[in-house]
């Protein structure tokens, strides 16, 4: 049973039921996921994936999990398909600036003074972090750079020179 601060703090009565099922590891790497019937005090219900590791976070059915080597091949896959391969670097430094321009202004819309027009596309900000994740993985595929060698060493250099910077909850 996942706990009350789960993603739907929004639906009052949320129940949690979960199925028995084995699910196939190979798909999921060491993200064990478990899935979950929710029934709402509406008596409307939805099936949803918990992770294991971390119950607070639910998922839709339909969502995807990777893990950054996997979101590399995807893209590489994707891109090795047409003669033109990779962008350079400063053509993808140009792609990743516009498309965190785009976050930005998405993030503007909803949590700043300026509202979007009625003309305007709708797009979420998830929509954004994925195009800047695709970028992302397009220039370290282009360099030969693991993301998941890149993430460790800034998360260690960040742990370390910011042990003592913040304060700690109890």
Request: charged share 35%.
């Amino acid at each position: 049973m996942p706990p009350d601060d789960c993603l739907y703090p929004f639906m009052p009565f949320i129940f949690y039921f979960p199925i028995k099922s084995i699910i196939d590891n190979k798909f999921y790497k060491n993200n064990f996921i478990i899935p979950v019937l929710k029934i709402c005090q509406s008596n409307s219900f939805s099936l949803t994936w918990i992770r294991e590791k971390d119950r607070r976070e639910v998922l839709p059915i339909d969502t995807p999990v990777y893990d950054t080597k996997e979101i590399q091949k995807r893209v590489d896959d994707y891109i090795s398909q047409y003669k033109e391969g990779y962008f350079s670097p400063l053509s993808l430094m140009a792609r990743l600036t516009e498309e965190i321009g785009e976050l930005a202004r998405e993030v503007n819309h909803y949590y700043g003074e300026k509202p979007k027009k009625s003309t305007e596309k709708e797009k979420t900000i998830e929509e954004e972090l994925g195009d800047i994740i695709f970028v992302l993985s397009c220039f370290a595929n282009s360099l030969e750079i693991d993301l998941s060698e890149s993430f460790d060493i800034a998360i260690n250099k960040i742990e370390t020179r910011d042990k003592e910077r913040w304060t700690r909850k109890d």
